[in-house]
């Protein structure tokens, strides 16, 4: 039985988790957030590797990890050099899921759905260079609908108007993508909306590649472990806000909400 850190500056990270549990129920599971410090876009790199590494060097140490997952698009482009040449266990991070994307698309336009900085960076033009040669990828950027899924998570009913907004020029435009990726672990927890808005296009994240990833990686363990693991919440700031999290946290198979000291 390993024990299974998966990381975010939020609640996006839960969407990687869910796929990883239900993939392997039998290992235990510490979700961490970094919330004071949310949202990782909004860092300058020096500051997020700073805050991503040092978190995520505690809990390792802490819990005795025996794998990480960076469950955040932007921390994965960003931090996971320094955190592989900090920590000598597998870390594991996110990647857009433009080649399955390339894949399923019928017209040959996927819609790539992050935020602004995944969209700008290099990283994510070397992708579609690679994966999506020959088809055409349109890239928005959309910080809002993190705080969307945020709120919702949390109880909130979703501003449908800004989520229409958002995806209007998809929706409506010349170049309507047939495959939206979402580029941001958040944004699977707007899925149901966003087929709602565009009920004809196919949804893909990187939850499965990373379950599968994983999967991989603890092959060496023995092969009968049965039954269900168990989960556990950590947070940067214990404040009011984390605290109405531990219900939906809850039903996500994480019994506790901790406050991480170090």
């Given at each position: 039985m390993a024990n299974i850190l998966v990381f975010d500056s939020g609640m996006g990270g839960l969407t990687v988790y869910g796929e990883i549990r239900r993939t392997l129920p039998a290992h235990n599971y510490f979700y961490c957030f970094d919330n004071a410090h949310f949202p990782y876009g909004e860092l300058s790199e020096p500051e997020l590797i700073s805050a991503c590494t040092g978190l995520v060097s505690h809990m390792v140490a802490e819990h005795a990890i025996d794998l990480v997952v960076i469950a955040c698009n932007t921390a994965s482009t960003i931090a996971l050099p320094?955190?592989?040449?900090?920590l000598s266990i597998p870390?594991?991070?996110?990647?857009?899921?433009?080649k399955p994307a390339a894949?399923?698309?019928?017209?040959?336009?996927?819609?790539?759905?992050a935020t602004p900085g995944t969209v700008s960076r290099e990283y994510t033009h070397e992708l579609i260079a690679q994966f999506a040669p020959g088809k055409q990828v349109l890239l928005k950027g959309a910080t809002e609908l993190v705080i969307e899924a945020e709120r919702k998570l949390a109880g909130q009913p979703v501003n449908m108007g800004l989520l229409r907004e958002v995806l209007a020029d998809w929706m409506e435009g010349e170049e309507r993508p047939d495959t939206l990726v979402l580029g941001c672990t958040h944004f699977p927890l707007l899925g149901d909306e966003i087929r709602q808005l565009m009920p004809e296009c196919q949804l893909v994240d990187s939850g499965n590649a990373v379950a599968r990833r994983v999967a991989h990686l603890l092959a060496a363990l023995p092969s009968t472990l049965t039954g269900e693991g168990q989960g556990h919440a950590y947070c940067s700031l214990l404040d009011a806000r984390a605290q109405k999290l531990t219900a939906p946290l809850q039903a996500w198979g994480l019994s506790s909400l901790e406050e991480v000291l170090c």
């Amino acid at each position: 039985m390993a024990n299974i850190l998966v990381f975010d500056s939020g609640m996006g990270g839960l969407t990687v988790y869910g796929e990883i549990r239900r993939t392997l129920p039998a290992h235990n599971y510490f979700y961490c957030f970094d919330n004071a410090h949310f949202p990782y876009g909004e860092l300058s790199e020096p500051e997020l590797i700073s805050a991503c590494t040092g978190l995520v060097s505690h809990m390792v140490a802490e819990h005795a990890i025996d794998l990480v997952v960076i469950a955040c698009n932007t921390a994965s482009t960003i931090a996971l050099p320094s955190l592989r040449a900090t920590l000598s266990i597998p870390v594991v991070g996110v990647v857009p899921a433009i080649k399955p994307a390339a894949a399923l698309t019928r017209n040959g336009c996927i819609g790539l759905l992050a935020t602004p900085g995944t969209v700008s960076r290099e990283y994510t033009h070397e992708l579609i260079a690679q994966f999506a040669p020959g088809k055409q990828v349109l890239l928005k950027g959309a910080t809002e609908l993190v705080i969307e899924a945020e709120r919702k998570l949390a109880g909130q009913p979703v501003n449908m108007g800004l989520l229409r907004e958002v995806l209007a020029d998809w929706m409506e435009g010349e170049e309507r993508p047939d495959t939206l990726v979402l580029g941001c672990t958040h944004f699977p927890l707007l899925g149901d909306e966003i087929r709602q808005l565009m009920p004809e296009c196919q949804l893909v994240d990187s939850g499965n590649a990373v379950a599968r990833r994983v999967a991989h990686l603890l092959a060496a363990l023995p092969s009968t472990l049965t039954g269900e693991g168990q989960g556990h919440a950590y947070c940067s700031l214990l404040d009011a806000r984390a605290q109405k999290l531990t219900a939906p946290l809850q039903a996500w198979g994480l019994s506790s909400l901790e406050e991480v000291l170090c």
